[in-house]
């Protein structure tokens, strides 16, 4: 078990689903970092949420949240301020609510 030093910009594509905690694998060779592997799916929690307007729901109407990471991440309607949805990290697609 290491905890090593990882420069920011080497993280920047999984940064918005990084929590505190988390378990990561990272791939080295000679000290140099070749890779990282993060969970297939993280659990955030929803800090921002525009209200979700009964409209044209018979096309999975959609809207913008943002999480705890400042992540944006598009939900169906019923998602709000405090709920805690699952996001796929391979696409950035809101999975489920927890």
Do not use: C, H, W
């Not at 999984?14 to 060779?29: A, Q, R």
């Not at 929803?46 to 044209?56: I, K, L, Q, R």
């Not at 109407?61 to 169906?76: E, R, Y």
């Amino acid at each position: 078990y290491e905890q090593p030093a990882i420069n920011a910009g080497q993280l920047e594509e999984v940064i918005p689903y990084l929590t505190e905690n988390m378990v990561v694998k990272l791939s080295t060779y000679e000290g140099e970092l070749l890779d990282i592997e993060i969970p297939l799916t993280v659990d955030l929690e929803v800090t921002e949420a525009e209200p979700g307007f009964a409209g044209d729901t018979a096309q999975g109407a959609t809207k913008q949240v943002t999480v705890s990471t400042g992540l944006a991440v598009q939900t169906p309607l019923f998602v709000n301020i405090g709920d805690v949805i699952r996001i796929d990290t391979r696409t950035g697609a809101y999975m489920t609510r927890v």
